[in-house]
């Protein structure tokens, strides 16, 4: 009797083993997971605050060449102003990481590429020395704000793929995540030479 009595208990021990040895297993996974997901979303934080950093210098640096440009191409005033209004309304959305944003930024560059194109056709503008140096300004930001696009963009793959594929997305679906969208370069940003008057036509 006592023989069936301790096997009975001897089960039950390793039944009770069996539980907790996987409670231990999914809560080692559920801290993994966790803190994977926060550091994806902290790195994906970071990354955009680089754009972010960047666009900012980008919003800077248009007034001064608005004001240069303005002395030579008089004929395209609707651009250059469609330009400033642009910068305004994006000023007032700096920490927005949103689809509407990031169309609006791409917006925004394809108008300056195509004040830069324009320019082609004054000589006089091509050869000021103020302008080829906002332009290099300008320029170099592009080039930064390429990379730090690609950092954010993988970033918010990852975050996005923990969200949506199992298991992670169960533990994902126990946090607080923001929905963040990914920042790609607009075609006709990538273009040099565009017709502006299409692009802003009313």
Do not use: C
Not at 52 to 78: C, F, S, W
Not at 92 to 99: F, G, I, P, Q
Not at 171 to 200: G, H, I, N, Q, Y
């Amino acid at each position: 009797m006592e023989t069936q009595t301790f096997g009975l208990l001897g089960q039950y021990t390793n039944t009770l083993f069996g539980i907790g040895g996987l409670l231990v297993i999914f809560g080692i996974y559920f801290i993994s997971t966790y803190n994977s997901i926060i550091n994806t979303k902290n790195t994906a934080n970071e990354a955009f605050s680089a754009i972010d950093t960047v666009l900012q210098n980008r919003y800077n640096l248009i007034p001064n060449l608005v004001e240069l440009v303005k002395q030579y191409m008089a004929h395209e005033a609707g651009l250059i102003n469609k330009v400033s209004e642009m910068r305004s309304q994006l000023l007032s959305n700096t920490n927005k990481a949103s689809k509407e944003r990031f169309a609006e930024e791409n917006e925004l560059q394809a108008g300056m590429k195509s004040i830069f194109a324009i320019a082609e056709n004054y000589p006089d503008l091509k050869a000021s020395n103020n302008f080829l140096e906002l332009q290099t300004q300008w320029s170099e930001l592009e080039d930064r704000l390429q990379w730090a696009r690609r950092g954010y963009n993988s970033a918010v793959k990852l975050l996005n793929n923990s969200k949506e594929m199992f298991p992670s997305n169960i533990v994902a679906k126990m946090m607080t995540l923001p929905e963040l969208t990914m920042f790609e370069a607009d075609e006709s940003a990538r273009v040099e030479k565009m017709d502006a008057k299409a692009m802003f036509a009313a």
